[in-house]
């Protein structure tokens, strides 16, 4: 549990114990006067974990009056429409919002990428009710109760990405990163189809600018957890997209296949957190949570559109 800075209100971290590895997949819970807010819902596949979660924090689902997405990413809001069914409203991007009132191109998109492993994964993919749905717009403020969350877009991993900042925390989805609990170490996940460097670090900028005016003082990434150095997470976020450009720039002028690209990425982040100080079992726990096998697909199409020099 966390509590912000003068204590008032808690925030659970609830473990979905993805793929029965604890640490891949947080959802947030945090209780108001008639109920209780989620931050993130997970996948259908972790609906079991989600209600013992709310069981052990004295919750029952249909106590749940809203679910916040940062972004419609199956590991991110699968049980939405699950979860709407139980009477939550689920909160989402505009752009995101037609896909969860009609899943079919996300999820169509979702299984050239996972193929045979999609029910494994992923679960049950309901549709949301359209009255089901809050679409906030940049800058907005939800309120729920007593409780003040601020919706800032921040594109670059998806193109229908926010991060809420509630009191001193930033939950920031995937715009933030994946970093788990146990060591300072951050990756990036850039699964196709709308990975863009440039975008994320304009969105990078836009939470450090929010940082330095002291909206939020911790970071809650969704893989995995609430952490209270934020200075340091916004900095070495900055040196990851670095890091990501610098290997594109030395691979991909070569215009490799997609094999090849899969290979020197795969060899290449193994090499980055051995580097940094991980041993095997985290790096398969960082595997779990931000497989580094979705991000060649994702680096290759960006490169294409973006950077390729076109002929002439």
């Not at 049980?79 to 995101?96: D, E, M, S």
Request: proline share 8%.
């Amino acid at each position: 549990m966390a509590q912000n800075k003068n204590g008032e209100t808690p925030i659970h971290t609830l473990d979905l114990n993805f793929m029965d590895t604890p640490g891949a997949i947080a959802s947030y819970l945090i209780p108001h006067e008639h109920g209780a807010v989620l931050v993130e819902c997970g996948p259908g596949s972790t609906v079991p974990a989600l209600k013992n979660n709310l069981q052990a924090h004295g919750f029952k689902v249909t106590d749940i009056t809203d679910v916040l997405l940062t972004h419609i990413h199956l590991d991110h809001g699968g049980a939405a429409g699950w979860l709407a069914r139980q009477g939550a409203r689920i909160h989402v991007h505009p752009v995101g919002a037609p896909h969860l009132i009609d899943p079919e191109k996300l999820l169509s998109s979702a299984a050239r990428i996972y193929g045979d492993l999609m029910q494994k994964l992923w679960g049950e993919f309901l549709p949301v009710p359209p009255e089901k749905l809050a679409v906030p717009q940049d800058g907005d403020v939800i309120e729920i109760g007593k409780l003040r969350f601020r919706a800032v877009d921040t594109p670059g991993h998806a193109y229908h990405h926010y991060v809420y900042i509630f009191e001193d925390i930033c939950f920031t989805g995937d715009v933030g990163g994946v970093r788990l609990d146990s060591v300072r170490h951050l990756r990036l996940p850039t699964p196709p189809p709308e990975f863009h460097l440039e975008i994320w670090r304009e969105s990078l900028n836009r939470l450090m600018g929010e940082f330095s005016h002291g909206a939020f003082q911790r970071i809650a990434p969704t893989h995995f957890g609430v952490f209270s150095d934020a200075a340091w997470h916004l900095a070495e976020l900055h040196k990851a997209l670095d890091d990501i450009e610098a290997w594109m720039e030395a691979v991909m002028p070569a215009d490799p296949s997609i094999e090849t690209i899969h290979q020197e990425f795969m060899s290449w982040t193994e090499q980055r957190s051995l580097n940094q100080g991980l041993d095997p079992n985290l790096i398969r726990a960082y595997e779990l949570a931000n497989p580094s096998w979705m991000s060649p697909p994702g680096i290759e199409r960006y490169w294409r559109k973006n950077r390729k020099p076109t002929d002439g």
